[in-house]
């Protein structure tokens, strides 16, 4: 795992975005206007799904290795009155850190993607849950008609995060070798390489020429497109890109458990 951000920043971080997520919440004229960027939820169902989650992330991180029970079950349902919501939306955020701080960056959790290339820690845990946060407060805000980029330092992790945690896999590619790379233009870039032996992700210095026999494809624009366009918020038409643009919407239908 490549990490850009230290633990005490992730943590500043996480609470960064949940306050404005919260404000995105706040400055809505409904909770039940639809989220553009997750038609089947309504503002209330993505506020609900992100109280909920950091509850059951809090009490994920302090089982450690061990899968947690999750925390919503019992616990009061998220309230529908707006500044119970908004509370219960920050305590929700203080218990997620609470647990991340008590464990500290290297302690074992349990997480679901493989180890490849991010670890079972309370610090990939941490990381993770910053571009949960981040995307989702896109989808707050942009519901609101005030979508933000996400913040340089949160974007340009959030690629690499992306890949190592939510793409990496020793589960083979059923398709024709390939290579994708990711170029911001903060001056970072990626190559996603995926074969038989499943995807995994190197930084790269600079553009380099893809191996001979493979289906090439690379995207450029700056960090918080590229993450955007990872997390389906944004058509990756929208970015600079060349080679085959088929194997972009081949990793984007892949489920390595199928």
């Known amino acids: 795992m490549t990490m850009t951000l230290e633990f005490p920043a992730l943590l500043r ?72 919501l908004l509370a219960w939306l920050a305590e929700s955020t203080d218990q997620l850190l609470d647990a991340l701080r008590e464990a500290g960056p290297d302690r074992g959790c349990w997480a679901w993607w493989e180890t490849l290339q991010s670890p079972h820690t309370a610090g990939a845990v941490a990381r993770h849950q910053l ?58 870039s990626w190559r996603l390489s995926l074969s038989a032996a499943g995807a995994r992700t190197v930084r790269l210095p600079g553009t380099a020429p893809a191996p001979d026999g493979t289906v090439f494809f690379s ?6 497109e590229l993450v955007l366009s990872l997390y389906d918020r944004i058509p990756v038409d929208s970015l600079a890109t060349d080679g085959d643009r088929g194997v972009f919407a081949q990793l984007s239908a892949w489920d390595p458990d199928e």
């Open 13 to 84: 971080l996480i609470d960064e975005r949940s306050t404005a997520f919260r404000a995105a919440i706040a400055s809505a004229p409904s909770l039940d206007v639809q989220v553009p960027t997750c038609p089947e939820w309504t503002l209330f169902d993505l506020a609900q799904h992100i109280g909920e989650g950091r509850r059951d992330w809090a009490a994920t991180v302090a089982a450690g290795p061990a899968p947690a029970k999750s925390a919503a079950e019992g616990a009061p349902a998220a309230p529908r009155e707006r500044e119970a």
């Open 131 to 188: 571009q949960q946060m981040a995307v989702h407060t896109y989808d707050a805000e942009i519901t609101v008609g005030a979508p933000l980029p996400l913040p340089d330092e949160v974007a340009l992790d959030g690629v690499d995060e992306f890949l190592s945690t939510c793409v990496a896999t020793t589960s083979a590619w059923p398709h024709k070798p390939a290579v994708i790379d990711f170029h911001a233009t903060e001056g970072r």
């Open 219 to 224: 995207l450029r624009g700056t960090a918080n």
